[in-house]
């Protein structure tokens, strides 16, 4: 068997897969604010950023705050929400 390198390089930078990317990365996203003990700062805990190179889509959840930094160290909150992506 022989990989089709085009193919497999179009279908990693095609725009419906990165429009799908994103969209889990957003549903882990939300899993993790969810999560996350109630607030009142300013910004969310945890965000969905869209990150993509040359060479293909990807997309990140972050912490985007001190409060989902917190979250995070201690209860793991973003590896606890990864099911949410699929």
Do not use: C, W, Y
């Not at 990165?18 to 999560?35: C, G, L, N, Q, V």
């Not at 109630?38 to 293909?56: L, Q």
């Amino acid at each position: 068997m022989k990989i089709n390198s085009a193919g497999a390089r179009a279908l990693l930078t095609d725009p419906s897969v990165a429009a799908d990317i994103m969209a889990r990365a957003e549903r882990i996203a939300a899993s993790a604010r969810a999560k996350a003990s109630p607030d009142d700062m300013v910004n969310e805990p945890f965000t969905a950023v869209e990150s993509s190179t040359k060479g293909r889509a990807m997309a990140r959840v972050v912490s985007s705050s001190p409060h989902g930094v917190r979250s995070q160290n201690k209860r793991n909150t973003l590896l606890k929400s990864i099911d949410a992506g699929r």
